[in-house]
């Protein structure tokens, strides 16, 4: 695989955490430099990783992993989505204080969401007998760099009044249908309309 091609894979595999990165920027409107570095590099670690663990783990599991990978993430995502969903509706009307999503369990459930992927294109690396650590370096490295961009854009969306009031709607609406969208991606709805 040439350098080119990895980084067109690093770039898909970084859409998702740039967008849940965008939607983070949008609640939390003025992020701190910690939670600048914190939601970034914890998904770009996620995105390195992965990878290699799916790399290790060869094709004895691949089957089980490809059939439930997308659901893992659709729930992840579904589940902090419908809560920011929850929190921003029940205080509608009201400046309301949204959970950062840069700590804690929402972290950890957004980054292995946004990186189950990552994991799939390692097992299949395993299966070309290809070498894992350099496309694991550079996946992570993009993911980092899409991730912090997309913060600073979501930023910036989030000083907009509109915006700011419908933050927490917005950003759990969204992580929804990122989950939608792997679901559809993975055929799970060619399956159920077919």
Excluded: Y
């Amino acid at each position: 695989m040439s350098f080119l091609e990895l980084l067109a894979l690093a770039a898909a595999l970084s859409m998702d955490a740039l967008a849940v990165s965008v939607t983070a920027g949008i609640t939390l409107r003025k992020p701190r430099l910690s939670q600048l570095t914190r939601m970034p590099l914890t998904f770009g670690l996620f995105q390195a990783v992965m990878p290699a663990a799916g790399w290790l783990l060869g094709l004895s599991v691949r089957h089980l992993i490809e059939q439930w990978d997308h659901w893992i993430a659709f729930a992840l995502l579904a589940f902090v989505g419908i809560n920011m969903l929850r929190e921003a509706l029940c205080g509608a009307g009201e400046e309301v204080k949204t959970k950062d999503p840069t700590t804690g369990m929402t972290l950890l459930f957004l980054a292995i969401a946004t990186s189950i992927d990552a994991l799939a294109v390692g097992l299949s690396f395993s299966l070309l007998h290809m070498p894992i650590a350099l496309p694991a370096l550079i996946i992570g490295v993009a993911c980092t760099l899409f991730s912090l961009g997309g913060m600073l854009l979501g930023s910036r969306l989030g000083r907009i009044g509109c915006v700011r009031c419908w933050a927490g709607a917005i950003g759990g609406a969204a992580l929804l249908g990122i989950g939608v969208r792997i679901l559809f991606d993975h055929g799970v709805f060619a399956q159920v309309g077919g």
